[in-house]
Nanobody, 120 residues
């Protein structure tokens, strides 16, 4: 069973940047997505990337600011976050699925999350 571990979260000022990493316990060629959950809010789709890395998709709230990429030689998917806003504060989770979808229930494997806090 694939295990996913997120890292790279932390505290950053508004306008700053962070890069999150999602590392798998073994080589996996799944579609990988990032989701987030802010306190008192529902889980939100952030970004996803295809198996080849050739196709990506983003949630409306992060388009133009976040970039998802993958390095299969390192079993790692990245989420580069720029121009961060206080409303980006959330726990960020990566997950793996067998199809290209932003629908969270389709994702079979999930990490435990990493906290991102953006101060104003």
């Amino acid at each position: 069973q694939v295990q996913l571990v997120e890292s790279g979260g932390g505290l950053v000022q508004a306008g700053g940047s962070l890069r999150l990493s999602c590392t798998a316990s073994e080589r996996f060629l799944n579609f990988v997505g990032w989701f987030r959950r802010a306190p008192g809010k529902e889980r939100e789709f952030v970004a996803l990337i295809s198996r080849s890395g050739g196709s990506t998709s983003y949630g409306d709230s992060v388009k133009g600011r976040f970039t998802i990429s993958r390095d299969d030689t390192k079993n790692t998917v990245y989420l580069q976050m720029t121009s961060l806003k206080p409303e980006d504060t959330a726990v960020y989770y990566c997950a793996a699925a067998v199809r290209f979808t932003a629908w969270a229930p389709s994702y079979e494997y999930w990490g435990r999350g990493t906290q991102v806090t953006v101060s104003s």
